[in-house]
Every structure is written in structure tokens, then in C-alpha cells.
């Protein structure tokens, strides 16, 4: 919990320990820093001990507002050159400039930043948006207009970390670059999620921040007494990248999925984030070769979706809640019997996965829920009335008045 008064507190006892040398470097529990002095070039060496600043840091990363702006690294960096600066220029504990820091660092502003990252497996021809991302081909590098200190630098950035790469970009809020990424990897991951879920292939990958680069993987197999039995190989990752106006051409399924909740969360509503949570759920289920582990995350998506604690007298259980949901709001009428016995099975084969049951989990299984799973988040996004729902309670809501009829309003004039 955040306390304002602790976080003064132990940075006070961090200042404490601050001294710009000690007798011998080798034979202390303190760590040391060089500093930068005013606008020249000179520098100065301070002494500290770091867990009294980790303890400081970690007080003030309870504020939700810097937690959120800034990395543990970051943060003891900007504490330790600051309250090192006042030590210097002050040498006695200043409680004034120490609690003017944490009323900085508690009511700071993040500024819009803008994370670029290499996207594989999809070549990318034209600038283009979607939801929040921006797909960019290798060769508008000169169109992002990013600035640099010089020319050595801006030349380095160019070839050595854009590197003439497909990229896509997302914009984030942060107060420094390293939380800036970590937002930006969220972002990223949902986003090579939806791809895996929507992209019909069994061998093509799509990858930001995690990439399975096409190779071959060989298998020897032997006896215990080194007799070969056989060998085997198989393609792994994407031969080549498919064109981008194929992967997310405009109005297919992922283009959908993306351009509906390829958003901030913030500005999505209850029920949308649930459904943008599963798609994540659904996309890690893809990379699974474990069919026990791919069966239970897109069943735990189901769970994100429909799972509902509002009235227990109508859904008195988590995989009832998940089979009416997905039968009444889902399928057609002329087809919900069918369906309501295939999912039958799918929340005790989920229970005895978690719970380390005998049931088989078979890669058809995994075929039929991860199936059913890419049809409800696509009716849900898609689907006039559905789409207009904004919590667990409206479905919950609207399964009533499936089941029960409407309620009747009564005309109070």
C-alpha cells in the first residue's frame, strides 16, 4: 500500500548513506556512481548503499501513477542521480528537495512514446494501420523522422537496429524508454496472438518479441544399446513471409479482431477486454505442443469470455455459465442441441488437466474447442446485438431473457 510519509522516510535514510568516498572501495557493502555536474563536462563519485535505495524504490513503486511510468531500473537510476546531485550540492539532508522528488515522481505527466520493433513471417509493402499498430515496410526508415544526438548515431540506428526490417509500431505512455518497451511487449504479444489464432496454417508463425525462425528440426531414434530404429525431420517456423495484404487483408478475421480490440485496454469496455484477454488465451494455445496445455488455456479464453458471478441461481456453475453462453448467444437455435453435447465433455477434461485427472486430451479435442473458441470471439465482436454489450452482466442479462423470456416494464404514466 502506498505511503507517502514511508516513502520520505526511507529515502531520507537512503540520503544518509550517501558520501563521496569511503576508506577502502574493496572492503564496503556500498556501491558507487559518477555523476554528471551542471552543464560542463565535469563528474563527481558518490558512495551508497543500494538496499537502502532498493527499499526507497520499492516504497515508491506501491504509487500506482509511477509504477506505471516508471522500471525499478530506471527509478533507482533517477533517485540515485538526483538525491546524489542534492548531496553534493548541499552535503546536509534536505527533507524540503526530498519530498519535493516524491511529489515530482507521484504527479508526473508520461509522455506519448512511439516503440518500434522487427515483425517476421509477414512482408509488409505499404505503410498501414491497424487498431493501434503500425505495419511499416523496411524501406520508410526515412519517413519516422527520428532524431539523433549526430550522424554516427543516426547511421547506427538505421543499420544496426532497424537493420532494414518489416516493423510495426504502438503507442504507448511511459516516462522513460525501458517502461515504454514493457508496455509496448504487452501490446506485441497480443498482437502475435491474434495472428497465431486467426492465421489458418499449420507451420506459419508471425513474431515480435518471441520468433520461431524456419529450420529443420531431426530426430534420431535409437535402442539403449545404440541401435538406430529411425530418423525423422520437420519444418519448423515460417519458410518465407507471406504477404501482408494476405494476413491481414482488409475484413478477414484477424484484420477484425485487430482493427475491434487492437487497442489500449483503457478505452475498451469490461466485456471487450474480456474477449481481447481470450484471444491472448487462444494465441498461446497455438504455440503449445502439449494437448493437455493447449486444451485448458483456450478453455480458460471460454472462462475469460462467459465466466459470470452474478446470479448463481441461474448459472450455478463456471461450465454451465461457459455452455449456455456459448450455445444460447453463439449457435442457432436448430443446431444448439448438437453443440451443447459436444461441450459437454470440455469442462471435465479442462478440470482434470488442472487437477491432474486420467482423461485424454487428443488433438482433435484441442481442434474442436480452439474452433468453437475463434467462432465466439468473432460473433462477439461481429455480431450487431452482441457487439453492443459492455460487461459479463449484460451477457449474463441477455442469457436471462433467453431462457426466461423479457421482463415485462411496467408503464409507470
Known sequence: MWNKVEAIKLLTAFYETIERRVEDPSRTSKTWRRLWMGQG???ETVFYAPNALNAAVDCLLHNKVVDDNYTHKALS???????GNVYIAFAEVSAEKITALVDELVTKKPELMNVYMAIHGVSVQQRT????????????????GVKCFNQQMEDNIR????QNQDHVMVSVLACESVKAREKAYAEFQWLESAARLFVDSDFYDIGITSFNYSHVENALVTTSEGQ????????KGSPMPLPFAKVFANGNHLYRVVDRLGHDPGKLNQLQRRIRHAVYLGGLSVRETAPEVAYFLCIAAMEAMFQSEVDKYVNPGIAQQIIESFC?????????RCVFDQMKPFYGKRSAVAHGGRLVVTAEDVCLVRSYLRAAILKMIDDPVLSE????????????????GMKEVKDER
Request: with cysteine; hydrophobic share 45%.
Open 41 to 43: 563536462n565535469e563528474m
Open 77 to 83: 537510476d533517477l533517485v540515485a542521480d538526483r538525491l
Open 129 to 144: 494501420r491497424i487498431g493501434a499498430f503500425d505495419f511499416i515496410p523496411n524501406n520508410d526508415y526515412c519517413h519516422l
Open 159 to 162: 543499420d544496426n537496429v532497424w
Open 228 to 235: 538406430m530404429r529411425g530418423t525423422s525431420s520437420s519444418l
Open 328 to 336: 444460447y448467444l453463439i449457435v442457432n437455435e436448430a443446431n444448439r
Open 389 to 404: 454489450l459492455k460487461s459479463s452482466d449484460d451477457v449474463a442479462a441477455m442469457i436471462r431473457d433467453i431462457k426466461f
